[in-house]
Protein backbone atom coordinates (compact mmCIF):
# COMPACT_ATOMS: atom_id res chain seq x y z
CA UNK A 1 0.00 0.00 0.00
CA UNK A 2 1.35 3.78 -0.37
CA UNK A 3 -0.41 6.57 1.48
CA UNK A 4 -0.43 10.25 -0.49
CA UNK A 5 -1.49 13.13 0.75
CA UNK A 6 -1.86 16.48 -1.53
CA UNK A 7 -1.65 19.94 -0.54
CA UNK A 8 -0.81 23.30 -2.19
CA UNK A 9 -4.39 24.32 -3.69
CA UNK A 10 -6.26 27.23 -3.27
CA UNK A 11 -8.17 29.90 -4.47
CA UNK A 12 -6.49 32.44 -7.31
CA UNK A 13 -7.53 35.04 -9.97
CA UNK A 14 -7.06 34.02 -13.70
CA UNK A 15 -3.40 34.60 -15.15
CA UNK A 16 -2.52 33.53 -11.04
CA UNK A 17 -0.38 30.63 -10.22
CA UNK A 18 -0.22 27.33 -7.80
CA UNK A 19 2.61 24.53 -6.98
CA UNK A 20 1.08 21.42 -5.56
CA UNK A 21 2.52 18.78 -4.04
CA UNK A 22 1.77 15.08 -2.88
CA UNK A 23 4.01 12.94 -0.58
CA UNK A 24 3.96 9.32 -0.70
CA UNK A 25 3.79 6.89 1.85
CA UNK A 26 7.20 4.85 0.04
CA UNK A 27 9.26 5.02 -3.52
CA UNK A 28 7.25 4.06 -6.52
CA UNK A 29 7.98 4.11 -10.32
CA UNK A 30 5.46 6.37 -11.86
CA UNK A 31 3.40 9.20 -10.65
CA UNK A 32 0.81 11.46 -11.72
CA UNK A 33 -1.77 14.02 -11.06
CA UNK A 34 -5.16 14.42 -12.31
CA UNK A 35 -8.28 16.45 -11.96
CA UNK A 36 -11.89 15.77 -12.21
CA UNK A 37 -14.56 19.28 -12.18
CA UNK A 38 -18.01 18.57 -10.72
CA UNK A 39 -20.31 16.87 -13.37
CA UNK A 40 -17.35 15.69 -15.12
CA UNK A 41 -14.93 12.39 -15.68
CA UNK A 42 -11.83 12.30 -14.05
CA UNK A 43 -9.14 13.17 -16.58
CA UNK A 44 -4.84 13.11 -16.51
CA UNK A 45 -3.05 16.13 -16.39
CA UNK A 46 0.18 15.18 -16.08
CA UNK A 47 2.90 11.83 -15.54
CA UNK A 48 6.22 11.52 -14.71
CA UNK A 49 8.24 8.35 -14.22
CA UNK A 50 11.46 7.01 -12.69
CA UNK A 51 13.91 7.19 -16.12
CA UNK A 52 12.22 10.78 -16.94
CA UNK A 53 9.36 10.02 -19.38
CA UNK A 54 7.16 13.25 -19.10
CA UNK A 55 3.47 13.30 -20.54
CA UNK A 56 1.17 16.38 -20.45
CA UNK A 57 -2.09 16.94 -21.61
CA UNK A 58 -2.50 19.59 -24.11
CA UNK A 59 -4.84 21.85 -22.37
CA UNK A 60 -1.67 22.21 -20.20
CA UNK A 61 1.08 22.10 -22.10
CA UNK A 62 3.59 25.34 -21.65
CA UNK A 63 1.58 26.07 -18.59
CA UNK A 64 2.04 22.71 -16.44
CA UNK A 65 5.09 21.28 -14.95
CA UNK A 66 5.14 18.14 -13.11
CA UNK A 67 8.70 17.10 -11.55
CA UNK A 68 9.36 14.85 -8.32
CA UNK A 69 11.88 14.73 -5.82
CA UNK A 70 12.76 11.10 -5.45
CA UNK A 71 14.68 11.61 -2.03
CA UNK A 72 11.81 12.73 -0.19
CA UNK A 73 8.94 10.70 -2.13
CA UNK A 74 7.68 14.14 -3.57
CA UNK A 75 5.69 14.87 -6.58
CA UNK A 76 4.82 18.53 -7.66
CA UNK A 77 2.91 20.26 -10.11
CA UNK A 78 3.74 23.85 -10.74
CA UNK A 79 0.62 25.57 -12.21
CA UNK A 80 1.53 28.44 -13.94
CA UNK A 81 -0.95 31.21 -16.61
CA UNK A 82 -3.92 29.71 -14.25
CA UNK A 83 -7.70 29.57 -16.42
CA UNK A 84 -11.29 29.67 -14.73
CA UNK A 85 -11.17 26.23 -16.48
CA UNK A 86 -8.36 24.89 -14.47
CA UNK A 87 -10.96 24.96 -11.48
CA UNK A 88 -11.14 21.12 -10.09
CA UNK A 89 -9.85 18.84 -7.15
CA UNK A 90 -6.77 17.97 -8.33
CA UNK A 91 -5.56 14.56 -7.69
CA UNK A 92 -2.38 12.67 -6.83
CA UNK A 93 -1.89 9.30 -8.29
CA UNK A 94 1.02 6.39 -8.19
CA UNK A 95 1.73 3.45 -9.56
CA UNK A 96 4.50 0.85 -9.97
CA UNK A 97 4.93 0.66 -13.68
CA UNK A 98 6.48 2.86 -16.19
CA UNK A 99 4.90 4.86 -18.82
CA UNK A 100 6.47 3.63 -21.80
CA UNK A 101 3.34 1.68 -22.53
CA UNK A 102 1.48 4.72 -22.54
CA UNK A 103 2.86 5.70 -25.86
CA UNK A 104 3.16 9.45 -25.20
CA UNK A 105 -0.84 9.86 -23.89
CA UNK A 106 -1.62 11.04 -20.66
CA UNK A 107 -2.67 7.53 -19.02
CA UNK A 108 -6.13 6.58 -17.71
CA UNK A 109 -7.40 6.75 -14.43
CA UNK A 110 -7.78 2.95 -13.90
CA UNK A 111 -4.20 2.65 -14.73
CA UNK A 112 -3.46 3.82 -11.29
CA UNK A 113 -3.48 1.90 -7.80
CA UNK A 114 -2.81 4.43 -5.56
CA UNK A 115 -4.90 7.73 -4.84
CA UNK A 116 -4.44 10.63 -2.48
CA UNK A 117 -7.47 12.36 -0.98
CA UNK A 118 -7.61 15.53 -3.53
CA UNK A 119 -6.85 19.35 -3.10
CA UNK A 120 -9.07 21.58 -4.55
CA UNK A 121 -7.85 24.29 -7.09
CA UNK A 122 -10.62 27.32 -7.93
CA UNK A 123 -9.33 30.15 -10.39
CA UNK A 124 -11.85 32.76 -11.17
CA UNK A 125 -12.04 34.80 -13.91
Known amino acids: QVQLVESGGGSVQAGGSLRLSCTTSRYTFTMGWFRQAPGQEREGVAA???????IYADSVKGRFTISKDTAKNTLYLQMNSLKPEDTAMYYC??????????????????????WGQGTQVTVSS
Open 48 to 54: IDSVGRL
Open 93 to 114: AARDISLAGDFGIVPRPDSFAY
